[in-house]
C-alpha cells in the first residue's frame, strides 16, 4: 500500500513549491490552442485533489478517483469543492461519461505491470464520450536514464513541523524502479520525532511503447509536451505530457 496515513498527512508540505496552478493554466491553455472544449472531468489518482480544486474553481464538473484513502482525508480537510471516489483506478466504474480524462503528477508511472497499465486506459476509455480526450504525465525514459534518480534528502517545515524526506531509489530493471522513502518528523511544539518509511515502485515509459498500448486501447495519439512548455521534450525532461483522442 502507498501514500498511506503519514505521507498523506506531509504530501502537500511535501510539495508545497509544486505550482499545481500554474500547472492548471498551462494544460487549459494547451487544450484551447488544440481546440480542444470540454467541461465534464475525469480525474485518476487525484491526491489530496490540489489539480482539480482549481478546475472546479473555473467551473469546470470534476469528479476524482483515488486508491488512498488517507489522500482522500487530507483533500476533505481542504475543502476541495468536488467528489472524489475511493477506488482503484484500474477497476473503477461509473455510469457517467466525461470530454476529459486527466491523470497528474505521474500516477501512471504506478501502473508498473501490463496488465495495470492496459486497464488505465480501459478506464480512461470507458468513461470517455466519443472523441474525449486523454491527458496525462510520465516519468520519460530518455530523462530517467540520463538524470538517472539518486539518493537525495530534503528538508521541508511548517509552524508544527520540520520534515527530512530521504529518498533511496533502487534499480529493478530497464523500466523499473523502488523508491524507498525515509521520513523523519519533529513535532515542534512537543518536540517529538517521529519515523515512518515507504516503499514505491514506479515504471518509466519508452514513449512509443506507451503509444503503441494506447493504440491498441483505441487511442489516438495526438502530441508530447515537455511539463509547462509546449514543446518536445529533450533528454534533460524527467517528464512528459501526452494528450491522446477516443476512437
Ligand atoms: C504522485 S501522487 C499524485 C497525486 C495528485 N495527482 C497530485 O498531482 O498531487 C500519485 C497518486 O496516484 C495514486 N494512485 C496510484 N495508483 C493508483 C491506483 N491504482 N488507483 C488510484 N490511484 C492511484 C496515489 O495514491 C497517489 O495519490
Do not use: C
Amino acid at each position: 500500500m502507498i501514500y498511506r496515513k503519514f505521507y498523506s498527512k506531509f504530501y502537500d508540505l511535501v510539495y508545497f513549491k509544486k505550482n499545481y496552478k500554474k500547472e492548471i493554466s498551462f494544460l487549459l491553455n494547451l487544450l484551447k490552442k488544440k481546440q480542444i472544449k470540454f467541461k465534464k472531468i475525469l480525474e485518476l489518482g487525484s491526491g489530496t485533489g490540489s489539480h482539480g480544486k482549481y478546475l472546479k474553481k473555473l467551473g469546470y464538473d470534476i469528479i476524482g478517483v483515488e486508491k488512498s484513502s488517507q489522500m482522500i482525508k487530507i483533500s476533505k480537510e481542504k475543502n476541495i469543492g468536488f467528489k472524489i471516489y475511493n477506488s482503484d483506478l484500474k477497476k473503477f466504474r461509473i455510469n457517467k461519461k466525461f470530454d476529459l480524462v486527466i491523470s497528474l503528477f505521474h500516477v501512471i508511472n504506478y501502473m508498473t505491470k501490463k496488465t495495470a497499465l492496459n486497464k488505465f486506459f480501459d478506464t480512461a476509455h470507458y468513461h470517455l464520450k466519443k472523441k474525449g480526450y486523454l491527458i496525462f504525465d510520465t516519468w520519460y525514459t530518455p530523462g530517467v536514464n540520463f538524470i538517472k534518480p539518486s539518493k537525495r534528502t530534503k528538508i521541508f517545515t511548517n509552524k508544527e513541523f520540520k520534515v527530512v524526506k530521504k529518498v533511496f531509489p533502487k534499480k529493478i530493471d530497464e523500466s523499473n524502479f523502488e523508491i524507498n522513502y525515509k521520513f523523519n518528523i519533529f513535532n515542534k511544539s512537543s518536540k517529538l520525532l517521529f519515523k515512518f518509511f515507504e516503499k514505491h515502485k514506479i515504471r518509466h515509459f519508452d514513449i512509443n511503447d506507451l503509444i503503441l498500448v494506447a493504440k491498441k486501447k483505441n487511442f489516438q495519439y495526438l502530441s508530447i509536451h515537455k511539463q509547462l512548455n509546449e514543446s518536445k521534450p529533450s533528454k534533460r525532461d524527467w517528464g512528459a505530457i501526452l494528450i491522446f483522442k477516443k476512437i
